[in-house]
């Protein structure tokens, strides 16, 4: 079996995901080859890692668009050998163009409904989260298998991650672990980071804010607001489980980052997703289900969020939430039974 | 009636009631795949430089990406080896060079753009907007 994978941008999450699936497919049985494709800023990710890809040339901003099913279709023309399979994550046209048994894995449904033909045409269909927050569509039940969120279980303690990213041994540390910046998020970030900054004024001297963007995009968010001395700015990394592992607690709006350091037992605490988003009812979820999560309600003062901030920060990490976590093995099988 | 448009007369014929053109007439998506098709030969033209789309016909092109014989057929048309590449959502001042080059090439090939249709092509809008005149 050839595996052509193909991982969309639009942030980071994707090629993380697919920078931890890819390289443990080609290791299993019966598979000879992966090779990965990248779309808009997944390409960024793969160029940053090292991980061998090609560039679809597909901007995020097009990622679902028929001038993307034309740059996958191409790309996937190119490829020589029999026995072939595509594995898609997230980038949904792919199974219109493909001319091979096709996998998708998918966050959400929230592009189903402009693009229910591509989820109709998918051969099997992997959520990369929990069916009991993102309910799976009656017209491709069938097909779709919710493994829960694969994300990277990282083995390394936390005084060995702070050695190794030069933080201090014994302060506290925390991550606002965002994701990547994105331009339709701006709002969202700019919001996220000003509670978080207003917050951080209670934090001891010695505390170090780890923040995973550039100065100047943190600028650009927050106008003239001057960042505090013990405030980092390490920019967008591929170093991220890392960062999360040398914290004490992590901060996150609610995304893919969540369910990293919720899986690695990381105390967490999520700022403000917006109302009703997939954001917002993954934290739900978690908050319920998990001792080490808590989540705020957006109306809480500044006080009231260092309180939370600290407290979180002084519990102690945790095992995972008794929850399904999706693997490698589940993308094979599901390659596997194409 | 030139060999691209019977190209895309044929095409559209094949694409009415694509379940990816749900809601349009068959008059819509014959001016729409005309239209297409006509890019897609301005393109190939500026050494495969496409212009952005509107939705509209976006969609025509997946849907059309849908029919290998249908495809096969507008690649017929141009010239082998041309490879797509869509301009970023550059500033359209930074494109104006390529604006007016594709509406000169385009009105050459296929006469003045028909009224009705330049909502179809952002670039037209653009310099619509900005007055110039498109004839």
């Known amino acids: ?107 959400s449904f929230r592009h189903y409904d402009a693009g229910p033909e591509a989820f109709g045409t998918a ?19 069938s097909k779709v298998t919710a493994i829960g969120p694969i994300v990277r279980v990282v083995g390394e303690d936390r005084p060995t991650a702070r050695r190794v990213l030069d933080l201090p041994k014994d302060a506290l540390v925390v ?20 509670a978080v900054l207003g917050a951080w004024r209670h934090a001891p001297a010695d505390a170090v804010l780890v923040i995973p963007l550039t100065s100047a995009t943190v600028r ?10 013990n405030a980092r700015c390490v920019g967008p990394t591929g170093r991220m489980d890392r960062y999360h592992r040398a914290s004490n607690t992590v901060l996150t709006v609610g995304g893919s980052t969540t369910s990293h350091a919720v899986r690695n037992g990381i105390p967490t605490v999520v700022i403000n997703p917006p109302a009703g988003s997939v954001e917002s009812r993954y934290a739900a979820f978690l908050a319920g289900r998990c001792d080490h999560l808590t989540r705020t309600e957006g109306t809480e003062s500044a006080q009231d969020l260092w309180d939370m901030i600290d407290h979180s920060a002084h519990t102690a990490e945790l095992a995972p939430p008794d929850l399904r976590w999706g693997t490698a093995d589940d993308v094979y099988h599901a390659a596997r039974g194409t | 009636m030139t060999e691209v448009d019977d ?33 897609l030969v301005i393109a190939a033209d500026m050494g495969g430089l496409l212009l952005p789309l509107s939705p509209e016909l976006d969609r025509v092109w997946l849907a059309l990406l849908t029919e290998p014989p249908l495809c096969q057929r507008v690649q017929r048309l141009l010239p082998s080896g041309v490879d797509f590449v869509h301009v970023r959502n550059a500033p359209p001042a930074d494109l104006s060079e390529h604006l007016l080059d594709w509406v000169e090439r385009y009105r050459c090939r296929f006469g003045p753009i028909p009224p009705g249709v330049a909502h179809y092509w952002p670039a037209c809008r653009y310099l619509e907007r900005l007055g110039v005149g498109l004839s």
């Open chain 1, 220 to 229: 650009e968010l927050l106008g003239g607001v001057a960042l505090p001395d």
């Open chain 1, 175 to 194: 991550t606002a672990s965002f994701g990547l910046f994105y331009p339709t998020k701006r709002d969202y970030f700019r919001d996220a980071l000003s």
């Open chain 2, 7 to 39: 190209c895309a007369r044929e095409v559209s014929d094949g694409l009415a009631g694509s379940r990816l053109l749900p809601c349009r007439t068959v008059e819509e998506v014959r001016t729409q795949t005309r239209e297409l098709v006509r890019g």
């Open chain 1, 123 to 141: 051969d099997r269909i992997l959520l990369a989260g929990w069916s009991e927050v993102e309910p799976v569509p009656e017209a491709i039940r």
């Open chain 1, 1 to 107: 079996m050839r595996i052509d994978y193909l991982s969309r941008g639009t942030g980071w999450a994707h090629a993380a995901r697919t920078a931890l699936v890819a390289p443990a497919l080609a290791r299993r049985p019966g598979v000879e080859e992966v090779t990965i494709a990248a779309s808009g800023s997944a390409v960024d990710y793969f160029a940053m890692t090292g991980l061998p890809y090609h560039d679809l040339r597909v901007p995020d901003e097009l990622d679902h668009s028929g001038y993307a099913a034309y740059r996958i279709r191409e790309h996937l023309r190119s490829r020589d050998g029999a026995d072939r399979v595509v594995v898609s994550d997230e980038l949904c046209l792919a199974s219109l163009v493909c001319e091979a048994p096709c996998v998708l894995i998918v966050c």
